[in-house]
């Protein structure tokens, strides 16, 4: 069965704070990709990645950065979290050159303080 | 990139067809349509897509008008189970060389009840 999973399910920091989120995916997929998600502004795209070390800005990097070290492997990071950073964040994986889907983890419900 | 217009909300009757409207106006000749579906506390999962013609899998059709401009997703038989935020969406088809990326832009969705 093909999964995405993320490191935390639900994760509290303060303002300031360095926060990583993790996203690991067993599908062997090219690309992965970093959304959140907020109420009334559905899924915006952060960033993804289409290689080991490859990394294309989305709509809203402001705040991120991304690494991807390894294949399966593709972390979120926020230097120094802020509240408007409070959020649900989204990893998913596809294909190289899929027309067909994403998948996508669980969800990280991150909250700032 | 295209943009997709849905209604933010619809009920539909347990064992009933919902049928589940998107307008995307500004569509270009070679981008796809694609629907996924978030049921809550999950993450996105993909249902169905298509480019001209009409599809069906084993979870939905998906009816594409002839100009394009417009689709709709049927669940022939829904269940309480389908109840989702469900999303039109337009996939951006970036040239070489991020011809390998795969972005996809969602809305809001419409959020569909369906009751017992």
């Known amino acids: 069965d093909v999964k995405v999973t993320q490191s935390s399910r639900y994760l509290v920091k303060r303002t300031g704070e360095k926060v990583f989120l993790e996203c690991v995916q067993d599908?062997?997929?090219?690309?992965m990709f970093w959304y959140r998600q907020d109420p009334g502004l559905g899924l915006r795209l952060i960033y993804f990645?289409?290689?080991?070390?490859?990394?294309e800005k989305g709509d809203i990097p402001e705040g991120y950065s991304v690494s991807r070290e390894k294949k399966e492997r593709f972390s979120l990071i926020l230097e120094s979290a802020s509240t408007n950073q409070t959020s649900m964040y989204l990893c998913a994986s596809s294909e190289r050159d899929s027309y067909n889907e994403q998948f996508f983890g669980p969800g990280t419900r991150l909250t700032v303080l | 990139d295209a943009k997709t217009t849905q209604p933010p909300s619809m009920d539909c009757a347990e064992g009933r067809a919902a049928n589940l409207p998107c307008n995307h106006s500004?569509?270009?000749?070679?981008?796809?349509v694609y629907w996924y579906r978030q049921i809550h506390s999950q993450g996105p999962q993909y249902i169905i897509h298509g480019l001209k013609n009409n599809e069906t899998n084993e979870m939905a059709s998906l009816i594409i008008t002839e100009d394009r401009k417009s689709s709709t997703l049927i669940l022939p038989h829904a269940t309480l189970r389908d109840t989702a935020v469900y999303y039109c969406?337009?996939?951006?088809?970036?040239?070489?060389?991020?011809?390998?990326?795969?972005?996809?832009?969602f809305g809001t969705g419409t959020r569909l009840q369906v009751f017992p």
């Open positions: 990645s289409y290689d080991v070390k490859m990394k």
């Open positions: 599908m062997d997929h090219e690309n």
């Open positions: 500004t569509i270009s000749g070679n981008e796809y």
């Open positions: 969406i337009v996939r951006v088809n970036n040239p070489p060389p991020r011809f390998n990326t795969d972005k996809l832009i």
